[in-house]
Nanobody, 125 residues
Framework: QVQLVESGGGAVQAGGSLRLSCAAS????????MGWFRQAPGKEREEVAS????????IYAESVRGRFTIPPGNAKNTVSLQMHSLKPEDTAMYYC??????????????????WGQGTQVTVSS
């Protein structure tokens, strides 16, 4: 099974920036979409951002829109998350996810089936 490997987490002060990266552990099908989720202690997992690979269309959670971006032009089965103007409430474990189904009907929504182990982001006030 393909695993996703995240990097780039760390600790920053409020207002700072971080860039997370994610790559598949081995060569596999081109992903239909890739994305980032986060989960803070005691809270439900939240979908932060996602990108449809063919169109490079992106979707962002309201809580991060305008501050976080998935840069276009990623290499096969890699995705980054550029985070600016970080807030203490952004503190969470961030997980990379991918839809690596071998057959996908054009126009279908993401169905994330591969996950990373997570990378911690801590924002201090």
């Amino acid at each position: 099974q393909v695993q996703l490997v995240e990097s780039g987490g760390g600790a920053v002060q409020a207002g700072g920036s971080l860039r997370l990266s994610c790559a598949a552990s081995k060569d596999t099908y081109m992903s239909h979409c890739m994305g980032w989720f986060r989960q803070a202690p005691g809270k439900e997992r939240e979908e932060v951002a996602s990108i449809y690979i063919d169109s490079e269309a992106t979707i962002y959670a309201e809580s991060v829109r305008g501050r976080f971006t998935i840069p276009p032009g990623n290499a096969k089965n890699t995705v980054s998350l550029q985070m600016h103007s970080l807030k203490p409430e952004d503190t969470a474990m961030y997980y990379c996810a991918a839809d690596l189904r071998p057959v996908v009907v054009a126009g279908s929504l993401c169905e994330f089936d591969s996950w990373g182990q997570g990378t911690q982001v801590t924002v201090s006030s």
